[in-house]
């Protein structure tokens, strides 16, 4: 378990990282307009990932996945290949997850972007999920237990009628993509995992509207919900602090804050 705490030079490289996840998911904003291709989108960040902030898309061949972000519209839920055939119409709902590499350090974020006009119900379904990361943010701090985050996730979403994806989770993250904590986003007894100042993860709740089932597409990556339903994802990555956490992943217009104190 020593090797997943991250010291002094570890943190400074990841929060450099960070910031530039972050600046992706800034910048990108005003490009998430009806007509836009998803390859579009997809070129945007890579050219700006690549020639302005000097660092590597962690996504493009990872596992052989042909693109730099994953682009999940609607019905999916991951890991969307950006597609030149694909166009964003007014209405829809759109997960941008980026991670990059910045001198070997990783870091990984997801927002969702309404297109144009989006429904109250499909608007509903994104506040949600944003709130259900941001809830869970208030458990974390050294000795707390992990399994808390995924029940806390859990419980505020069922409560307002959605479901939590069960196959996929958040995880450790630094040298190495995905490293261990595995952070469910359920609550899962047997996890005894105490969290402990150093370690960093992400927190990347994916919320259905309808059924919780998945299923994936014969390209190998695209991950759609079985019934059709609209699914939602948030994601940041987070140190533990001996107090709180700190939001590596944190941009600048969000409402809360970049560094959480739980006392
Ligand atoms: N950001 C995703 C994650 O949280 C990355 C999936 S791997 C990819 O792990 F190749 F699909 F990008
Ligand atoms: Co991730």
Redesign the pocket.
């Known amino acids: 378990m020593k090797n997943i705490l991250k010291n002094e030079y570890d943190l400074q490289q990841i929060r450099i990282s960070g910031k530039i996840t972050a600046n992706v998911l800034e910048m990108i904003k005003p490009y998430i307009i009806p007509d836009i291709s998803t390859k579009d989108i997809d070129d945007i960040c890579h050219n700006y990932i690549i020639n302005v902030k000097k660092a590597i898309p ?2 493009l061949g ?2 052989n ?1 042909p693109k730099s ?2 682009i999940s519209v609607n019905d999916v839920v ?2 969307g290949i950006p597609n030149k055939k694909l166009f964003l119409k007014n209405g829809d709902i759109v997960n941008i ?3 990059v590499i910045k001198n070997n350090y990783y870091t ?1 974020a ?1 927002k969702m972007f309404l297109v144009g006009s989006v429904n109250k119900k499909n608007k509903l379904l994104c506040q949600i999920t944003r709130n259900s990361l941001y809830l869970s943010l208030k458990c974390i701090k050294h000795g707390a237990k992990i399994n808390k985050i995924g029940q806390i996730i859990q419980k505020y979403v069922e409560k307002n009628k959605f479901s939590v994806v069960k196959e ?1 989770c ?2 450790g993250i630094g040298k190495n ?2 490293e261990l904590p595995y952070i469910l986003h359920f609550y899962n007894k047997n996890d005894h995992t105490i969290m402990q100042k150093g370690m960093v993860f ?1 927190i ?1 709740p994916m919320v259905n509207e309808k059924s919780s089932s998945i299923k994936c597409m014969k390209d190998g ?1 695209t991950v759609k919900t079985q019934d059709g339903g609209l699914s939602s994802q948030y ?1 940041h990555t987070i140190v533990v602090t001996s107090t709180g956490c700190e939001i590596i992943t944190h941009q600048k217009n969000e409402k809360i804050p970049k560094i959480f104190i739980n006392t």
């Open positions: 962690a996504c990872y596992n996945f972000i994953c991951c890991h997850d980026v991670s990984d997801s996929y958040g995880h993509f995905h992400t990347e990556w994601e």
